[in-house]
């Protein structure tokens, strides 16, 4: 069954500091791995897709197989990247449902 | 730009009563779907559409109805709305054979 997990619900840095959100997930196969991300009051979008490679923000995720592990990371965190992010999986092929983790909260203080 | 849009921000509504959640696009994507927002629980798929008169169920989809008579409109039914259906409410689209979904701003249901 495909699932993704994201281990903390909650997480909290100053800014200027690195900024790592984790992202496991289950699939036997290789799936496809996104990022999306909902700042406040601001409807859900895609952040970035594992398949492109691109840095969005600041934001890179490389895509672990061994680890079956897609983290977000970002070496200096912005007040303005506080929001709540989602990690989401799909079969590859662009025309399947995604499954989306539970999502962890990014608080950056400044 | 895609432009997806949610017929309430905010609905009110009392258990038992019928309830209809309207999302309507504007950029003719095939694909449309509707997932409910949960803290702690994430994003969860109710239904999706890969075309006009088209659904399928996802992963969370009693208490739901769907239809999709025209190729913009995706609409969510409650058939009687309960408590346990109180959350937020997403729909999203996407074109066919491509990846990214593009969101709508959400509904918040309350259900008394």
């Known amino acids: 069954a495909q699932r993704v997990t994201q281990p903390e619900k909650l997480l909290s840095v100053f800014k200027g500091a690195p900024v790592e959100l984790k992202c496991n997930y289950s699939?036997?196969?290789?799936?496809?791995l996104f990022w999306y991300v909902q700042y406040s009051r601001q409807r859900l979008q895609l952040l970035l897709r594992?398949?492109s490679r691109e840095s969005i923000k600041g934001f890179t995720a490389d895509l672990n197989k061994g680890e079956t592990s897609f983290h977000l990371k970002k070496p200096f965190a912005q007040e303005e990247d506080s929001a709540m992010y989602y990690c989401?999986?799909?079969?590859?092929?662009?025309?399947?449902?995604?499954?989306f983790g539970k999502g962890t909260k990014l608080t950056v203080n400044p | 730009d895609v432009k997806v849009t949610q017929s309430s921000r905010y609905l009110v509504k009392r258990t038992g009563e019928k309830v209809f959640l309207e999302c309507v696009q504007d950029?003719?994507?095939?694909?449309m779907f509707w997932y409910r927002q949960d803290p702690g629980l994430g994003l969860r798929l109710i239904y999706f559409s890969y075309d006009v008169k088209m659904k399928e169920k996802g992963d969370i989809p009693e208490g739901y109805s769907v239809s999709r008579e025209k190729k913009e409109r995706f609409s969510l039914i409650l058939e009687s709305a309960s408590t346990n259906q109180t959350s937020m409410y997403l729909c999203a689209t996407r074109l066919a054979g491509t990846d990214t979904q593009y969101f709508g701003p959400g509904t918040r249901l309350t259900v008394l």
């Open positions: 594992h398949i």
């Open positions: 950029m003719d994507h095939e694909n």
């Open positions: 699939y036997s196969g290789s799936p496809e």
């Open positions: 989401a999986l799909s079969r590859p092929g662009g025309s399947e449902k995604l499954v």
